[in-house]
């Protein structure tokens, strides 16, 4: 079972908020990414880090932030919310130089904006 | 841009009833991933697959690959109601800053006592 873990579960936030979506994992991946889904949709690719002090923005726009300064936590950050963001996100991980490289995803933070 | 596709959407199927669920993609890939939605929940791996020709099977799962026709599919055979999800196929594309997931628009199955 893999071990990536994120934190809050279920977020409702009014308009103009700052929120950090947390994200960490205990299997010393180097590899980690943020997709944003919404119901019944596909997942989106918003942002990816290949290790510590790298990030990367995905093929899906995003006016979020993300940073990677230990290995085991991405956090995800918004810095004022809006009814758009409303939205699942999803954090997974998987381990460089592995094949097949295998994402293990986490639980999910499902995002409601006012 | 890599783009993947998966038919059908939706899935309505009775207990006991076959079907193959198909991924296509439109650019050169050599590994696809299937993936398993429970409603709410986030996603399970099921299946890797590395190369033209691969086949993985698991319990009423099957999958293939076919890298020529950049094709998937995964084959349910007598269904049962605990495989009501959504499945997701992906493949990743290398890039410049390494390989990057496309998933699938998902396939929501639902199988009916």
């Known amino acids: 079972e893999a071990d990536i873990y994120q934190t809050p579960r279920y977020l409702v936030i009014g308009t103009g908020k700052k929120i950090t979506l947390e994200c960490s994992q205990t299997?010393?991946?180097?590899?980690m990414y943020w997709y944003q889904q919404d119901p019944g949709m596909e997942l989106h690719l918003i942002h990816y880090?290949?290790?510590?002090?790298?990030?990367e923005k995905g093929d899906l726009s995003s006016e979020s932030t993300v940073s990677r300064i230990r290995t085991e936590h991405f956090p995800l950050t918004l810095e004022s919310a809006r009814p758009s963001h409303t939205s699942q996100y999803l954090c997974?991980?998987?381990?460089?130089?592995?094949?097949?490289?295998?994402?293990?995803f986490g639980p999910g933070t499902r995002l409601t904006v006012l | 841009e890599l783009k993947v596709e998966q038919n059908p959407l939706f899935l309505s199927m009775q207990e006991g009833k076959n079907y193959t669920i198909y991924c296509n993609y439109s650019?050169?890939?050599?590994?696809l991933y299937w993936y398993r939605q429970d409603p709410g929940k986030s996603l399970e791996s099921l299946f890797v697959?590395?190369?033209?020709?691969a086949v993985k099977q698991e319990g009423r799962l099957m999958a293939s690959l076919d890298t020529k026709a950049r094709l998937s599919t995964l084959h349910i055979t007598a269904a049962v109601h605990d495989l009501s999800a959504t499945y997701f196929c992906?493949?990743?594309?290398?890039?410049?800053?390494?390989?990057?997931?496309?998933f699938g628009t998902g396939t929501s199955l639902t199988v009916i006592p």
């Open positions: 880090s290949y290790g510590v002090n790298s990030t």
């Open positions: 299997m010393g991946h180097d590899k």
């Open positions: 650019t050169t890939s050599d590994r």
């Open positions: 997974a991980s998987s381990e460089e130089g592995v094949v097949p490289d295998t994402q293990y």
């Open positions: 697959l590395l190369s033209n020709g």
């Open positions: 992906a493949v990743d594309m290398k890039g410049v800053a390494g390989n990057q997931f496309y």
